[in-house]
């Protein structure tokens, strides 16, 4: 639903919208963004954006090649065609990254799907990544996403592996979001016990908006290794044959739907991050697979995002988050009595479950994504992005790279090489000093087609024998 009170950019804004190519003073990794969100308003009480990092996430996209074809995806009609960039460039845009960001920031592995790229290369990417001081996640629809690859990427400092898994995906032998979840728990098990923290991605369609309940009720008996749940509301943003979202979905029909699987109101407005329109996130405990909602005091909330600004929290081991925690908070005198009463209060709320458990306690998360249409992108909305895709000429907000993903994603490279800068061409691979590149796919063969190109490329194949006649 178009919002007539924001600014949508045009073709033009949206083209002429450029990646972020100057890093800001070393020590003021959150100043560009904090100024980004008080120009937006949206520079709160409750805003972690800025507070607790520099940037929420930054999407660090090591091949366009995908084992699935979504009937909602991203990708362009182009990904199947595009060689895997260098690993020198990747290199080059994890140092990028961090010289925008700095220590601790969560860089999401993905694609495509990165287990398409060769393994011992994506081994040494997680590497590269961990070795900076910054946090490597794994984004993949699992299908090569083995324990043992898990395992080693693990031993390689992976911190998160985040498995997206719905209906969207079309997968054989699967016929609703309740078969599913023997998938779900499958990919469970590969990940327990590896020190990882494991996330869920699902996609909300009109398919599948009744079965949120569900899906939440289901992880609620995996909270000890699950964190995270992310529900990525349905938009017109690439090659995916479904487009425009059905009206019963928005932000806040999700979030009853969650609500209702969580078996308890959620609180989705504290803790803030970024803009509302855009993301919203709830915090519960989980104890005897019954959750109770960390936030239900706003008041208290917002006091211990303030206390915890700039400390970065240990997501691998949740001792050391509980740790981190108490000894900020015991640093401050003011926060001994409100966090007494606030412990007290919640132990007495969930003290039948903490019985039957005996005292086992986890945490569960849930988001909120709501990507934007590519052509309908509001002009504050991306500019408080925290969601990046690191690009070869620096941060783009990544639904304004979404909208323009082929200007991007075709663009030939200058990479060092032996003899001198050289020109790498995305559909050929090619290292030559040519600069021009071919950007049609209309000569691509059916197998690197998918979405939209495959079904027109289809329908013409089937009238050709009828132009014959």
């Not at 924001?6 to 003073?25: F, G, N, Q, V």
């Not at 941060?395 to 003899?419: F, H, Q, W």
Request: proline residues 4%; contains cysteine.
């Amino acid at each position: 639903m178009a919002d007539p009170d924001c600014h949508h950019l045009s073709k033009a804004e949206i083209a002429a919208w450029s990646p972020d190519r100057t890093p800001p003073p070393l020590g003021d990794f959150a100043g560009p963004l904090r100024r980004r969100l008080k120009e937006t308003d949206q520079w709160t009480g409750d805003q972690v954006a800025a507070r607790h990092w520099a940037i929420g996430c930054v999407s660090l996209e090591v091949t366009q090649r995908c084992n699935l074809d979504c009937t909602l995806c991203y990708l362009s009609d182009h990904a199947e065609a595009v060689k895997d960039v260098p690993l020198t460039e990747i290199y080059r845009r994890i140092d990028m990254i961090y010289r925008h960001y700095g220590p601790n920031t969560d860089i999401q592995v993905s694609g495509g799907d990165p287990t398409l790229r060769k393994r011992d290369e994506l081994v040494a990417i997680v590497r590269r990544i961990s070795d900076m001081g910054m946090r490597p996640s794994l984004f993949t629809n699992g299908i090569k996403a083995t324990r043992d690859l898990l395992h080693e990427l693990a031993a390689n400092g992976l911190v998160d592996v985040a498995f997206h898994v719905d209906m969207t995906q079309q997968r054989k032998g699967y016929d609703s979001e309740q078969d599913l979840n023997a998938l779900r728990a499958e990919y469970v098990e590969r990940a327990r016990g590896l020190g990882l923290s494991v996330f869920f991605n699902t996609t909300v369609f009109e398919g599948n908006f009744a079965a949120i309940p569900e899906i939440v009720r289901f992880f609620r008996r995996y909270a000890d290794v699950v964190r995270l749940l992310s529900f990525q509301l349905q938009a017109e943003t690439g090659r995916g044959v479904l487009r425009q979202r059905a009206e019963l979905i928005t932000q806040n029909s999700v979030a009853a739907q969650i609500s209702s699987g969580a078996g308890t109101a959620l609180s989705f407005d504290v803790p803030r991050v970024g803009h509302p329109k855009c993301n919203h996130y709830a915090i519960c405990l989980e104890s005897n697979a019954t959750l109770f909602d960390l936030c239900d005091d706003a008041d208290y909330a917002r006091a211990v995002i303030a206390r915890m600004a700039g400390t970065p929290l240990d997501r691998s081991s949740r001792w050391r988050v509980v740790a981190t925690l108490a000894r900020e908070l015991a640093k401050d005198r003011g926060m001994w009595l409100p966090t007494l009463r606030f412990v007290a209060r919640k132990a007495w709320q969930m003290r039948a479950s903490l019985l039957a458990a005996r005292g086992r306690v986890n945490k569960l998360s849930f988001f909120i994504h709501n990507f934007q249409d590519a052509e309908r992108l509001q002009y504050d909305r991306c500019l408080s992005c925290v969601f990046m895709v690191a690009t070869a000429e620096g941060p783009l907000s990544m639904c304004v790279y979404n909208a323009k993903r082929d200007s991007e994603i075709l663009k030939p490279l200058t990479i060092d090489t032996a003899g001198g800068a050289q020109q790498w061409h995305p559909l050929t691979g090619a290292v030559t000093s040519a600069k021009k590149i071919e950007t049609t796919s209309a000569a691509l063969p059916l197998k690197r087609l998918k979405g939209r190109a495959r079904r027109r490329a289809d329908r013409q194949r089937n009238l050709a024998p009828l132009a014959a006649d």
